[in-house]
């Protein structure tokens, strides 16, 4: 029999912490990077215009350990009083092929993706940014804006423009800091209690504002994160300004875009997976225009691993292409293996 330890979305919100899923998702593009993890092919399949469900796999050699996640999504299930999200993270050892976790995919899903352009982020924005722009005020926009923060230490405003809904930005807005100490900042506090009172002191001097002109707001910000299921481009080339950073997040499917593809004649292009992105994601707008080729798309992984460059120009316009890769998803749910060893969280079963 195996022991198997299982994680639900409370152990998941006990467990991670921001800053901490940065790093071992800074690790994951790097190891993509150097071929010290492996991504497997990615099943997708989709039962109605209102359900799809897709599978991530891969090894992690240095982790010893192989996994997957299979996350499913049921847009009618908010009518029947249920999640839209549902999934699970199953870890392997690679030296014995047990299964050593089965981890609830949806909380760690939404750590691991704002981790993703936290990381972007800082390798890629002016760090010196002090304004920025969170397109979208669902699910995902919490955890975003919260890593963002976590690696902009002189950001001073944050707006939030919702495409669907001024009204819900408004909402949003009045909720956020508090939601964004009690979620997030409070996590830090066992593993690292010195950046948790950083970032808790930061929280409290940052404007949080509802934008109501997605025009003047992008004009205003100098890191801006999209993270909506828009099939027609929300930010325009002509509204973005010289140093600006893009982290699109959105497009994860065939057709779904949110950034005008006549901001890549003149932004440098980066991804976390080439094949993916420009199979489902941002990417694959500008390269069906003719707008770009695929060759001048860079995998955010080398800039980690320093094999090309970041950003070279505090002027240059930039954009990162988050597709989300089975690497992130292994790395946080290792780490909340480790973690949930440590602390004795979970229920752990013989298989």
């Known amino acids: ?23 071992v998702v800074k690790d994951a593009y790097a190891e993509k990077a150097t071929k010290d993890g492996e ?18 796999s891969g090894f992690l050699k240095s982790k010893g350990i192989f996994g997957n996640k299979e996350l499913t999504w049921f847009g009618n299930n908010s009518k029947k009083g249920l999640p839209e999200l549902h999934g699970a993270v199953t870890l392997y050892s690679s030296e014995t092929g047990a299964p050593e976790a089965f981890i609830n995919a949806p909380a760690l899903t939404g750590f691991r993706t704002g981790a993703a352009g936290a990381v972007a982020t800082k390798a890629l924005a002016n760090p010196n940014t002090e304004t920025l722009l969170m397109v979208g005020a669902g699910g995902q926009a919490a955890y975003q804006i919260m890593a963002q923060i976590c690696v902009l230490p002189e950001l001073k405003q944050v ?28 996590n830090v ?76 004649q003149n932004a440098r292009a980066f991804a976390d997976d080439l094949d993916q992105a420009s199979e489902v994601g941002e990417t694959q707008n500008p390269i ?8 001048d798309v860079t995998e955010i992984g080398n800039v980690i691993a320093k094999k090309v460059a970041g950003r070279q120009d505090p ?25 949930a060893k440590q602390f004795n969280v979970g229920v752990v079963v013989d298989l």
């Open 189 to 264: 506090q066992t593993n690292q209690p010195t950046l948790a009172a950083k970032i808790k002191e930061q929280i409290k001097h940052i404007k949080f504002i509802a934008a109501s002109n997605i025009i003047e707001a992008t004009k205003n910000s100098q890191v801006i994160v999209t993270a909506t299921p828009s099939t027609k481009p929300l930010i325009k080339a002509k509204w973005i300004q010289p140093g600006t950073h893009i982290n699109a997040i959105g497009a994860d499917m065939e057709g779904k875009q949110e950034l005008d593809t006549q901001l890549y």
């Open 159 to 186: 707006l939030i423009y919702d495409p669907m809904s001024s009204e819900n930005a408004g909402k949003f807005v009045q909720e956020l800091p508090q939601k964004l100490t009690t979620l997030f900042a409070d």
């Open 315 to 339: 002027k240059e316009i930039t954009i990162f292409d988050s597709t989300g890769i089975a690497l992130q998803d292994l790395e946080a749910a290792n780490l909340a293996l480790q973690r």
């Open 288 to 295: 069906k225009e003719n707008v770009i080729k695929k060759d």
């Open 1 to 23: 029999m195996s022991k198997v330890t299982i994680l639900n979305s409370h152990d998941i919100g006990t467990l991670l912490d921001i800053p901490a899923v940065i790093q």
């Open 39 to 56: 991504i497997w092919p990615m099943v997708y399949n989709a039962f109605s215009e209102t359900a799809d469900t897709d599978i991530r």
